[in-house]
């Protein structure tokens, strides 16, 4: 696509907005240690899927054209939008005005997208009316000398003071320990069959929403205070020195603590499990990851039932959950509810 082409919408936009990128970025030391002493540090937020979902007019589903009728001048909650003038239907997720309106206690914020520049100061402008957060540090695949990733380079902001929300890892291959992996905000069913996701319907098809006080920007939120309090407050005269990535790991590794984790018919014959994306995620969070079952073991993660290690699980009264487990524990930052993840049952052994 061109510079001049949404990403969202594939659609040709008006000029770019007149600002200068690098007005918004870290020059000085004098800037940081300002920062700090207001006790701020930076936070760089995705768009799409992050903080709001967007699709073209012409891409929603038939289930989803009751939502014209619901936008803006006719949504007390102020959250759904048509931008004509983009062809783009665009939800804000639930909690994200609060969300913004406490972490900029907290951070000097930065949005970064791979959206169009337009498509991006759009987006801005319903996120922020006011212009109260963002200002100009706004940055889009315009402004990206590499549009296949992301980093804190392009910001120039520094890595040890520097947190980054997105819904992909994969783009962040630099800054993976700055890194809060959102889950994603799917209102419309594009975005589903954007990334592959057959027979499943989108928010707006089922005709509901994320739990505004207990749903992704809610949890994140929480997150982020934890963290902040930790480098600020927890042994403040080193402040100076601290670096907000070993805090984040010190609090992700919280998660999972005192669990023991064997693997069950998860892994490919011959896989080595140690490299597989579950075993590293279960890490992260503070689990143990072995092969062998001993007493010492918590959890079995299987897929079916009927395996020797899932059998073993039952009969040794050890939690028997499915992969899934794993992955909302990543999302939501803490141990989840071992029975709301059950394994389907097998009345063979496999």
């Not at 967007?54 to 959250?79: F, G, H, I, V």
């Not at 006080?213 to 100076?240: C, E, K, M, W």
């Amino acid at each position: 696509m061109t510079n001049n082409c949404c990403l969202s919408c594939g659609k040709t936009l008006l000029a770019p907005f007149n600002y200068n990128p690098i007005d918004f970025r870290v020059h000085d030391n004098s800037k940081v240690g300002s920062l700090l002493n207001q006790k701020k540090l930076y936070l760089v937020l995705d768009l799409d899927h992050t903080l709001l979902n967007s699709t073209r007019l012409d891409k929603l589903d038939l289930e989803e054209e009751y939502l014209k009728t619901r936008t803006t001048q006719n949504s007390s909650n102020n959250d759904l939008f048509i931008l004509d003038k983009l062809g783009v239907m665009t939800k804000l997720r639930p909690f994200v005005h609060k969300f913004l309106q406490e972490a900029n206690k907290m951070f000097e914020m930065y949005i970064y997208t791979m959206g169009d520049r337009a498509y991006a100061l759009e987006m801005a402008k319903l996120l922020d009316p006011e212009n109260q957060y963002f200002q100009t540090r706004i940055i889009s695949r315009d402004d990206c000398p590499n549009q296949d990733r992301k980093g804190l380079d392009v910001l120039q902001v520094p890595e040890k003071l520097g947190l980054v929300l997105d819904d992909t890892e994969a783009i962040w291959q630099s800054n993976k320990d700055n890194l809060i992996v959102m889950d994603r905000y799917f209102y419309f069913s594009s975005g589903c069959r954007e990334f592959g996701y057959k027979n499943c319907k989108s928010l707006a098809q089922l005709k509901r929403d994320e739990d505004e006080f207990d749903g992704a920007l809610a949890t994140i939120l929480r997150v982020l205070t934890r963290v902040h309090h930790d480098f600020f407050y927890i042994n403040p005269q080193y402040v100076s020195v601290r670096d907000v990535r070993q805090v984040l790991k010190t609090n992700k590794r919280q998660v999972l603590r005192d669990c023991k984790i064997v693997f069950s018919a998860v892994f490919p014959r011959n896989f080595v499990a140690a490299n597989h994306r579950l075993w590293k995620i279960a890490e992260q969070l503070g689990a143990t990851c072995s092969t062998e079952l001993d007493s010492s073991v918590t959890h079995v993660v299987s897929t079916v039932g009927g395996t020797e290690k899932s059998l073993w699980a039952v009969q040794e009264s050890k939690f028997l959950v499915n992969p899934k487990w794993i992955e909302a524990a990543l999302y939501l930052w803490r141990r989840q509810l071992e029975d709301k993840f059950p394994v389907a049952k097998c009345t063979t052994r496999v």
